[in-house]
């Protein structure tokens, strides 16, 4: 057994921080050094998070100046926009590797993202050499990265939808469609009245039609699996749950592709990813099939034999949506088994 | 005060047959006087549906054949399809008007409707002077009806979302989507494992995408309003929720008309409508707001300023898309206010 | 018909007023002239409760200042403890009669309500005079106030359970236990992180077991109906949904009283109460068949044919529980119908 | 490593039989070699529970004829009472272990269990030597057991929330009130209408009134712990969540022992259990904290110093209720590490 790899972790008391907290706290080769938290520093996680109580009763919450980041192997920030990117020139010169699960290092193109978010980008030279944190379009560049950014949910469960068919040339690029749906924990743990049990249980809307920073990141991504520009409407909902998305893709086929063959790329294209699973013809998945665990599973229809494909793609999004993926990510860096420390199988029921 | 409505129910154990219960127990012109039902017969309703209790203690299921439906009326068939249709002829010709909540006069085209329904249809000669009961499409014919075809929960969602545009002519008929939610009451209130609390809570998934029978019934009254076939893609989904639906309806626009000019559009064609309410600009339609009401909720919007045009609609399954319209076409039927006994105010929270 | 009453609420932003406003929205005698809120003064009611669109275009907020309140027949508390009794008495002195929904007229001894509030009670001479607003006990008292304590909702719930053993002197005093649940619209509408969707939904939990506020309010009643004190052991615990109270109580009988006679006592004493329902022996109430109106159900069990009575009953905390039984007390005050307004009849599902 | 215990799982199309298939498909020592259920073989069990999708892909329902049972180590039966006990005899007889995760083996009194189950017992001889497996009470007798009865699920959480009380004879045993709330997964995978999500969510009731299984059992295993019969009335409720199980348990004080104590108390007794987790004081232990884990969490108060000890007590009901323990169980026949295969950290949110 090798030494473990030393993990910091800025800004773990919101849920993509618990969730890596969940997910690490059993990896075989990784030990949590160090997290920060600036309102809660000297708290235990184990108090702010009891499911870990007995399982990382030592760890405390310090602030940044106090955390030693530099002696990290790697850092994953669980922070707001912008606060990887300020802080990765110092870690990543000092030899660590920085996962960033906010928006930072997600997008090549500088004057989309300075729009999307409204800030200066603190950090733009080192955004080419960053990597697009998605193993299953990306895996080789992930491994030699300094740098990941770590894709976010809708736009992981959406590429996933659609990779086989761009990068197959299947589809009308001009018109897509991307109908999503995600669970409450995908707003944070913030004191917010909207997300409140008795403002959100029992209801469901959709948000985000005016512009939803997911959507430059969408189009980013699928123009690369394309070889072109691809043109999206993309609509998030609010479901009435706390974990996972789900989003059903619509495409005009440019080829007569049957049913029977479209399943077949499906299967083909991921038939060697053990975290991408392709229902059987005729059936349909379903989130709590990946709650808490890092798969996507996916199914691929034809409806009524009309010209247009549908693919309904399902994801947890704390999981294979920002934290287990992030923890792939870090496999992938240090030379790991990809799995490792993912392979926990959702509660059913 | 005139003489009350004398009201029969056919096949009330279920939920559609519930919530009709539940409105005509509180209207001021409507009384139940028979309700059938061959398994519950001799329960009283208040023992089956304690919400009742000390509203219609009296009121006791008893079998077709005791119920005299034949001095009623009005009938309502909350039944399995092919029902309706089958006992339809005896009662008009007895000149009790039916309103059938299945599907048995839903379509006019009767070919399509032996394929979906997988059955010889009981009476195919009442079938063309029945009348699709959407009041905000048919008013007038409705009035003059013997026999409605209550629309279905999507279909209804969906009209009202796309019926200004068609009527003006402003979208490629040739490709509209339809993605649709609904809570899970919309299953009826029958004994499926798939339907369990614990098989459903906390998830999400798609269903029907070989086929759903409401999409032959979107394309026809939808190719009524648009004068020509339209092709819709149509996806539903199973909410964690009990009541409650939402269509996102999306479609590409075949004239340059700004988000202003489409608001307007919607506002105005709605005017008159009072239970069709659109949203202010820039604002979203939840299911809960609707909840228990004959509210239909719309927003429309023209995302990032390209050529689709989006439309989120919201109502409740059992009220607007069931129950609450079927006693709107009674309010019609019988030349009394059109919101009689259906001003609820849905819970909030 | 009569002139209406004109009603003013102040600090309409949370759960108790907006279930205020739904049901003085449809009150035939009611008409809501004023509602306060510092924050959103301004703002139409139907733009934070997109629920009463099309139903209360024309009421907006105002600030306490500019409402007039002394112009208004009574006045509805829904604000924090405290706020009532610094205004109730130039009200009252203007002859506007005060519900209070909070708690500050809801005790009569004031070291207590002052230990448990923890403040100084604003005006203490007017205590006395007030009513504690609970109509099944207190009804003729009710009708000649000018001051109401609207009672809390575990109170009410536990009251209208143990009201018949108490009046009949069966139970030991010395030791009641009321286990007690509540959906999570009892929290109110404020931004906790506790109160989430993500932390609370798929989730129970004890709360308040070192001191509830509720607690002293139990005794204090229990003690007027017992004319003696009672000891009570009170844990409350919070539901996954968001309205509706179960407690239930279990206290030791005093004498050898069968489960049928406990069933005819219960049935008797609330023969004449339309808003209390005894459930038929061998059934229990649940909470839905309550939401949204004014009824307490109850059953009562004699477990195993031990000496232990068993009661449970269930409410709407925002409405038996709060808005309902303060429209409840106003009907009262004004000698209207005792059920005007409140005839709601529960979603079911 | 030493060869893995060959594992067979009787009727596993339920729900604690699928809790089962997921702990041990990561149990390092165990292999499910065979699963039966009549109505569903010949199907695979990643095809009935997709969850298994990727982990368990060769494993097949078989009819119990096809099993060869008794070549496994040890078999589980999730079935039906009476199954175990009809089958247990020719299973030890062989060698193989049983442990029954219905009643069969959870009480000595046979007359009780006969009026209790409305069956004759099946095998009235084995049951003397069949151990009770809870192992917080009972490990030693469990490791040399060759049939375990496993603890019901309310039961668990009851004895381990009285324990210390009733070794240290600090409670009146004739008084002991357990108001517990469950779950809907605790009702199984069977196709009930009162099981619908449409019955259930957004409710909560008591039930079981007159009388629940549990209740003998909790009685006979508390009288085991006390030296002397134990007198409880237990009112069962349900929740509208899918797993979890909550008690708040009410008992006297027969000795001046102080809330700090107490704590002591607790916390000395449970030292060495890893499974069970008494929370600090002042604390509450939420049943989200041990979703998916075979963890138990304990608080416990004295509200107000009176004499009356509250304790609350939250569990999974599937695993540490049922199928956590269950492998727990396992673990101590085989001499394995009693924590394998059970490390699991609940998901938060």
Known sequence: ?????????????????????????????????????????????????????????????????????????????????????????????????????????????????????????????????????????????????????????????????????????????????????????????????????AETNDSFKAYGLNGHRHLPEIEERLAVMAGKPVNVTFVPHLLPMIRGIEVTVYANLTQDISAAELQSLFEQRYANEQFVDVMPAGSMPETRSVKGTNICRLAVYRPQGRNKVVVTSVIDNLAKGASGQAVQNMNLLFGLTESMGLETIALLP
């Open 1 to 197: 057994m090798t030494a473990p790899i030393n993990v910091g972790i800025v800004g773990g008391t919101g849920y993509t921080g618990s969730e890596l907290l969940r997910i690490l706290a059993r990896h075989p080769q990784a030990k949590v050094t160090a997290i920060t938290s600036r309102g809660e520093a000297g708290t235990s996680v184990a108090k702010l998070f009891p499911s870990l109580r007995g399982v990382m009763d030592d760890l405390v919450f310090t602030t940044p100046d106090e955390s030693n980041l530099t002696d990290c192997d790697v850092v994953f920030f669980a922070t707001p926009h912008g606060v990887a990117a300020a802080q990765a020139k110092e870690l990543t010169a000092a030899g660590v590797k920085v996962i960033d699960l906010a928006a930072d290092f997600r997008l090549q193109d500088l004057a989309v993202w300075e729009k999307w978010y409204a800030q200066v980008h603190p950090s733009p030279e080192l955004v080419p050499s960053s990597v697009y944190g998605l193993p299953e379009a990306n895996r080789e560049a992930i491994k030699g990265a300094m740098i990941i950014g770590n894709p976010g949910c809708y736009p992981t469960a959406t590429q996933l939808a659609l990779m086989p068919l761009l990068e197959n040339n299947l589809i009308d690029v001009s018109d897509v469609i991307v109908d999503a749906k995600s669970g409450i924990s995908g707003a944070g743990r913030n004191a917010k009245v909207d997300m409140l049990f």
